[in-house]
């Protein structure tokens, strides 16, 4: 009797996603750990790429236990580190916390998924490693003054309980309906997804000056303006009840024209990113009781829908999408 079990399909999924996140992170540290001026952010980035490097490594180990090909993901040929800044000192950090975020809730979902004591180990210390960094980078930001704390609230003295229909007013339903304020917990929700659009439109807006093909250009420049135009209709909300609006003071694209990271790798990372957007987008909704707020989500999630598919189109014409591991098809051997 063998002393493991085969993986499962879901195992070998979530294995080959995780592969795929995790050697685009390596590419991109590579870069930005040498471009890196300041020694703390550099040491932070370093430690983070030895620790990841060592999970690739195990997840290699287990597809060649299984027999399984290992996926192509992410090489040397994805990275150029011999080229100019192509963001402002900051970016780097904002960029691995926001990476962070992502990581977070894969891990927490790909755990879900997966049966054997190993592989659950994995992902249970790929989250703890997740977490631990997240941290790291926040603490980093904060000393430095560029990652903005949420708005302050006097602290309640008593505990409510909503009263009328019109705590869900807004004007999604009834343009003359009243809108109450934000309570703190949509208040979370819009400072988080302000946050990330913030740095997700700098990210966004240097791949799109140095990408090498038009089609991925015209594409990244699109992505910008769409994260601009939530921020600024999220921003709009918060002004609104007079809450001040995040703000990133650094971090932002210089005027580099020359590409670091692939095109392949840059469509890849903004389609991560759109995955991740979509899912905020999501639990804001879920955890937003005025109605006009949620219907503000659900256009979101619809438009970065059908800007995710725009991408992967362009992916797939490029031959740049490596196809997860498949299913055999039974019905096709039967004939």
Same mark, same amino acid.
């Given at each position: ?74 090489? =040397? ?13 900051? &970016? ?53 003054? +560029? +990652? ?75 992505? =910008? ?52 957007? %979509? ?6 909704? =879920? &955890? ?8 503000? %989500? ?28 498949? %299913? ?8």
């Amino acid at each position: 009797m063998p002393e493991k079990t085969s993986i499962t399909s879901s195992e070998l999924g979530t294995l080959w996603l995780t592969y795929q996140e995790k050697t685009m992170i390596l590419r991109m540290l590579e870069y930005f750990i040498t471009k890196a001026d300041d020694e703390k952010a550099k040491d932070i980035m370093t430690n983070l790429y030895d620790e990841l490097n060592t999970y690739v490594g195990k997840i290699v180990q287990i597809y060649e236990e299984e027999g399984a090909v290992i996926p192509v993901g992410y090489t =040397a040929q994805d990275v150029n580190k011999d080229v100019p800044k192509l963001y402002d000192n900051g &970016f780097d950090i904002m960029f691995v916390r926001l990476l962070k975020q992502i990581s977070m809730g894969l891990h927490s979902l790909n755990l879900t998924m997966t049966f054997r004591e190993d592989i659950n180990i994995l992902f249970e210390d790929l989250t703890a490693l997740t977490q631990r960094y997240f941290r790291i980078c926040s603490q980093y930001l904060l000393e430095k003054g +560029l +990652l903005v704390r949420s708005t302050y609230v006097s602290m309640p003295k008593s505990v409510e309980f909503v009263k009328d229909n019109n705590y869900l007013g807004g004007i999604a339903l009834n343009p003359f309906s009243q809108k109450r304020t934000l309570n703190t917990v949509e208040i979370a929700h819009l400072h988080k997804a302000i946050e990330s659009n913030l740095t997700g439109t700098q990210m966004i807006l240097g791949f799109g000056q140095c990408a090498n093909d038009a089609e991925v250009r015209n594409f990244f420049n699109e992505g =910008a303006e769409l994260a601009k135009g939530i921020v600024k209709e999220l921003s709009e909300v918060m002004i609104e009840v007079d809450l001040s609006i995040p703000q990133t003071p650094g971090g932002n694209a210089t005027d580099s024209t020359v590409a670091p990271f692939s095109d392949k790798l840059m469509m890849y990372c903004t389609s991560l990113f759109c995955s991740f957007s %979509m899912g905020s987008n999501s639990l804001g909704t =879920a &955890f937003s009781l005025r109605n006009d707020l949620s219907a503000k %989500m659900g256009i979101f999630m619809k438009d970065i829908f059908e800007y995710a598919h725009k991408g992967a189109k362009i992916m797939i014409s490029n031959g740049w999408m490596e196809e997860p591991p498949q %299913m055999q098809n039974r019905k096709q051997k039967m004939n």
